[in-house]
């Protein structure tokens, strides 16, 4: 009996599992309206039941009932989780990059309470609804700053994935903010002047704004905002006379590389070669012997046998490595196939040092003799000689633009740079570029010029004459800070970041669903590693984001109805159990006449009965 009893207080004296709390107003001599109880889940506080008491003012008449603002600030209205968790959940999705198994198991550990995935999803969303609010209402401090600093500058573009709308965004290259970021359905002209307009009202007009060469933005631009210059992308620039430039040579040489079949017959060189070597060694017991030559150390008299397959298999693997000529650039500042070219050239003239010691010579294997006869001929052939000629020719001209706007970079990412200028070499390269383009047409009315050389001149000069307007070079179009950024990088490295997260978090190289599903606020996550944007919109670190998540005032509908314009609209599109259906296409093209028949709608032309003779004819 005393056993029992003792258990009994133990067991009321202990804590409940769940603790409840209880969440009044300031003013508690006001009539209580109504209660509510819902539990609660906090990283801070752990699960918990949360009783709201809320009263009403008992001398107001039609009073609205007074939440309580210690609650208010802890949790969302109507949710059960709390504004700490969406932080924290967004950070690790967003910015750190994890899956939401991997936030499951990180907030296990933090708080005992499970979280489903299906949740977690529904929290990464609600980040991104409280984050753009967050942007849209820091905007003023955001203005502030940049109207402070004296000059403002903005890099426009879009992107987008195959069957995804665009994603358009304005950012200030200098600060590294994106300032605004829209998903339209298409690259148009009204959507980008709207959002060029609305963005322009929020931050203010900038002095300048920089964009590809798409004749959609180009247009948009003067429409939106007329009293603000406008400027071409001078890396898009010079890619795009790159490609150009490299368009005939390139086809050239490609067609004469695949009419000899060198590639396919020193692949299956390559392939009974490293077949033989493995019967060699697997067999006979004789050791690959390349690697300690080539580290120095010294060998038996008498060689082994695989050192001649040796040799011609690393004459075979760095002529395959030739895209380690480039410096990850990409297509046209990496010509690849010259590159390649460039080996085959080196090779044979390697081979053909080795050829002048009639001795060694003689005893090289005969594969070794055919690898250079086979060389060789690609290198004899006149279009090969031809294409390369003329390949090498495009190649001066595209590097000499590049040094001409100073757009070569010893830097480790050359596509991710932003290549700014200083105020004092704008007027440098303007005068380089000037006296070049002179040059050039000086060159063009030579009547002795080959027609290969005509045809590389006319390109440049194409491009310089219908953008000379807009490259941004003339004096004080920079503004009082000069022009620090002339091309749109930033925004593509931003892209590239974005959508880099979205592989690491999902595993998929293709990001048709993701970008179907996520909004436009996804691409304001950058933002957040910026030390002056945490500064002015957070007023500290990552950890003040749950405070000002739950200082914002939230729009008419709220989350709720922001999700459900965020959500994909399939329009026109039939489930696949009747797209399946048997004699699919005999019901579908009877709906039509048979509903006009029984109900002819009155907007349709085709149902006029005066226009017979014109329903025959179609």
């Known amino acids: 009996m005393c056993q029992q009893t003792l258990a009994q207080l133990q067991a009321t004296a202990q804590l409940p599992s769940v603790p409840t709390y209880r969440f009044e107003t300031a003013a508690p001599l006001m009539p209580v309206l109504k209660s509510r109880a819902r539990g609660v889940v906090s990283l801070q506080h752990g699960r918990f039941v949360a009783v709201e008491v809320m009263r009403a003012d008992r001398h107001g008449s039609g009073a609205k009932p007074q939440r309580c603002s210690a609650l208010a600030r802890l949790v969302p209205r109507r949710s059960a989780y709390a504004f700490d968790l969406i932080a924290q959940v967004g950070e690790q999705t967003f910015l750190q990059g994890h899956t939401l198994a991997q936030v499951q198991q990180t907030l296990q550990a933090q708080c005992p309470h499970s979280i489903p995935l299906s949740t977690l999803q529904d929290l990464k969303m609600k980040f991104l609804f409280y984050l753009g609010l967050l942007h849209h209402q ?6 502030a700053a940049l109207q402070q600093r004296g000059h403002i500058q903005w890099a426009i573009d879009g992107t987008l994935e195959p069957g995804t709308a665009v994603f358009f965004a304005v950012k200030e290259p200098e600060a590294d903010w994106l300032l605004a970021c829209r998903k339209i359905p298409t690259e148009n002209l009204p959507d980008i002047q709207a959002s060029l307009q609305a963005t322009a009202l929020t931050f203010g007009e900038p002095e300048g704004i920089w964009h590809d060469l798409s004749p959609v933005i180009i247009a948009a631009c003067p429409a939106a905002l007329p009293h603000v210059a406008h400027f071409v992308c001078h890396y898009h620039l ?43 060694v697997r067999q006979r017991q004789f050791p690959l012997v390349l690697q300690a030559l080539w580290q120095g150390q010294k060998l038996a ?3 082994s046998p695989t050192l001649s397959r040796e040799i011609l298999l690393a004459c075979h693997l760095w002529l395959l490595d030739y895209a380690s000529e480039g410096r990850r650039q990409g297509f046209p500042f990496d010509p690849h196939l010259l590159y390649y070219h460039r080996r085959v050239v080196r090779v044979v003239e390697a081979l053909g040092a080795l050829r002048q010691q009639s001795k060694l010579w003689a005893a090289a294997p005969p594969a070794l003799r055919n690898f250079q ?8 052939d006149p279009q090969i000689q031809q294409s390369a000629a003329w390949f090498e020719k495009a190649y001066r001209v595209f590097e000499k633009f590049r040094s001409v706007l100073r757009l070569a970079t010893p830097g480790p990412a050359p596509v991710h740079e932003a290549y700014g200028l200083a105020a004092p070499e704008v007027g440098s390269v303007q005068t380089d570029l000037t006296a070049w383009r002179e040059d050039l047409r000086r060159q063009e009315r030579q009547e002795d010029l080959p027609a290969q050389d005509r045809k590389l001149v006319r390109i440049v000069l194409t491009h310089l004459d219908r953008y000379w307007p807009a490259l941004g070079l003339a ?4 503004g009082g800070g000069g022009l620090k950024v002339r091309t749109t990088n930033s925004l593509e490295t931003h892209w590239t970041q974005g959508k880099r997260m979205c592989r690491q978090i999902h595993g998929r190289s293709h990001l048709t669903r993701d970008f179907a599903a996520l909004p436009a606020e996804f691409m304001l996550v950058p933002n957040l590693r910026r030390q002056t944007y945490q500064q002015l919109v957070l007023g500290g670190g990552l950890d003040c984001l749950a405070n000002k998540f739950s200082d914002l005032c939230l729009p008419p509908g709220g989350f709720h109805q ?7 609209q399939f329009c026109a599109r039939l489930p696949k159990r009747l797209l399946r259906e048997e004699q699919f296409l005999d019901k579908l093209l009877n709906f039509w006449p048979n509903q006009s028949a029984a109900s002819p709608l009155k907007s ?3 149902s006029d009965p005066t226009d017979a003779n014109n329903r025959r004819s179609e």
């Open 373 to 380: 006869q086979l060389l060789s001929a690609y290198l004899a």
């Open 475 to 478: 004096e004080g179009v920079a």
């Open 138 to 143: 820091a905007a003023p401090q955001l203005k």
């Open 238 to 280: 010079v890619s795009d006379v790159g490609q150009d430039l490299y368009q005939a040579p390139q086809a050239a040489l490609l067609k004469g590389l695949q009419a000899l079949r060198l590639q396919a017959r020193l692949t299956e060189q390559r392939r009974g070669q490293t077949e033989q070597l493995q019967v060699q």
């Open 604 to 606: 349709d032309p085709l």
């Open 301 to 303: 008299d008498k060689l």
């Open 562 to 568: 922001w999700r459900q314009q965020q959500r994909p």
